[in-house]
């Protein structure tokens, strides 16, 4: 997946907003909650994608070739992913991982937020 595409699908996705923000990243939010966070690697042109996800999704993820624990989020107890290679993750599993990591921190916004984006009825 290139940047221009996991931008594109994260804008696909309820109520979502992007910002440029530590250092380059692209980072995308629900409501105030970031989900996703694409950027570059030091070293390569491959992007790098980052999300949040479950506690059975993360411990599975966490030990698959092209995943690791997210620097400094997963070090700090949080459940995020890091995709660095589509070797065991490809495009359509990273949009439906991305589209979970929306659901999970759309549903860490309170009530009035998500009714105010509309993502509560």
Known sequence: MTLDEYNGF???LPASHHVVQ??????????????AIGGWSNEAEIPFFTFKCSD????????QPGCRPA????????KWIQRVTGESMDDEALKDYLTDSHRLAARN?????????GLEE
């Not at 250092?23 to 909650?33: C, D, L, M, T």
């Not at 916004?109 to 984006?117: C, D, G, H, I, Y």
């Open 10 to 12: 994260c804008a696909s």
């Open 22 to 35: 530590w250092g380059g990243a692209h980072v995308w939010k629900v409501g105030s909650k970031v989900f």
């Open 56 to 63: 059975m999704a993360y411990d599975i993820l966490k030990e």
């Open 71 to 78: 620097p400094y989020l997963a070090s700090r107890g949080m």
């Open 109 to 117: 916004l309170t009530r009035r937020e998500r009714r105010e984006l």
